[in-house]
């Protein structure tokens, strides 16, 4: 059996030390070969059965990964497109409670309703901040500027205390850390930071009851009998979560498949004891050179304050990482070694 070290070499390439995966993961080399694959089956004129078949695998798969029945995974192409199906299903005057700064896709289709009571905090007090009439709470399971992981089981009990529902962004955790989506209403991911694939895929988890949301961005793609749902009105929409769907982005599909085969080889706990490893790596070389990262404990996202100038200087030095908000922001996964950390811990003692 291929050990963890050994998978990972036999799928990765990189040509930087690139240290930027909350921004964009590095695709692996089978992923690369079957968007090649792909667009060949398009280029040459033969059937695409097999892209629609990778659909319905990476419906599975994700399906595993969260802990759910495949019936409740929807699939699109954004989270902001599936915030804005949550959103349009409140009632006018709803209290949504979210984190201050977190990301925009998780929060902006709840203020353009115009009509919904948006009520921000720090995420620390998220949970305590859950109040009789608190409709919906909605929060990133880990911060994207700055890794911070909220406290999930207590935003649960929380909003259960209160009558409200959850909605957890899993994009900057989905891959490192275990996803226990049947703990939440309402959840979703992208595809192409932490799962490895490419743009233009994204996963919703709903209720088995469907939580009171309406398929308004229902297609072809949304009927029970796809195929037979091409014109006119669909006449039966799919009883299962495939009713929100969004037509799939078949190459995208074709390579995420093999993306998510690769995370299930490994293992997620294993993916995640590495990334923090080299975190927590990063971190104590910050020490040694006086310097403190925002806290963000248990996350491999480490972001250190003002250093984000220094960007460019690592870009130019082969270092990929980002600058947020005036802060240096590195983020550690699979691909990722001890001599990645030390490269950028050398660059910036320079």
Request: proline share 6%; net charge negative.
């Amino acid at each position: 059996m291929d050990t963890f070290e050994s998978l990972v070499r036999a799928e990765f390439t990189p040509k930087t030390t690139y240290l930027n995966t909350a921004s964009n993961g590095l695709l692996p080399a089978r992923t690369v070969a079957a968007l090649h694959e792909a667009a060949l089956l398009r280029a040459e004129g033969r059937p695409l059965t097999p892209l629609y078949e990778d659909v319905e695998a990476c419906r599975t798969a994700y399906a595993r990964l969260a802990g759910v029945p495949v019936d409740r995974v929807a699939l699109g192409a954004s989270v902001a497109a599936h915030t804005g199906l949550i959103a349009a299903s409140l009632p006018a005057g709803a209290e949504v409670l979210t984190a201050e700064d977190d990301f925009t896709s998780v929060l902006n289709p709840f203020h353009v309703r115009g009509d919904l009571k948006v009520r921000a905090v720090p995420l620390e007090r998220i949970a305590e901040s859950v109040r009789p009439g608190t409709a919906l709470v909605a929060v990133s399971a880990a911060q994207s500027a700055d890794g911070r992981v909220a406290d999930l089981p207590a935003l649960r009990a929380a909003a259960r205390a209160h009558g409200a529902r959850t909605y957890v962004d899993f994009s900057q955790a989905a891959g490192w850390l275990s996803t226990d989506a049947d703990a939440h209403d309402f959840s979703a991911a992208v595809s192409f930071k932490w799962l490895l694939g490419p743009h233009g895929a994204a996963f919703l988890v709903v209720p088995e009851d469907f939580g009171g949301l309406s398929p308004i961005l229902a297609g072809w793609v949304a009927g029970e009998r796809p195929w037979d749902s091409c014109y006119g009105p669909v006449s039966e929409l799919a009883r299962s979560a495939r009713r929100f769907d969004l037509t799939p982005a078949l190459f995208s599909y074709a390579g995420l498949r093999r993306s998510l085969e690769l995370i299930e080889e490994l293992g997620v706990a294993a993916i995640g004891a590495h990334d923090l490893a080299l975190a927590d790596r990063f971190r104590a070389g910050l020490a040694a050179l006086g310097r403190e990262p925002l806290p963000a404990p248990g996350s491999p996202i480490v972001s250190v304050p003002r250093l984000g100038s220094r960007q460019g200087e690592l870009a130019a030095a082969g270092v990929q990482v980002s600058d947020r908000s005036g802060n240096l922001r590195a983020a550690f996964h699979l691909y990722n070694t001890p001599a990645d950390v030390d490269r950028l811990l050398d660059v910036l003692s320079g």
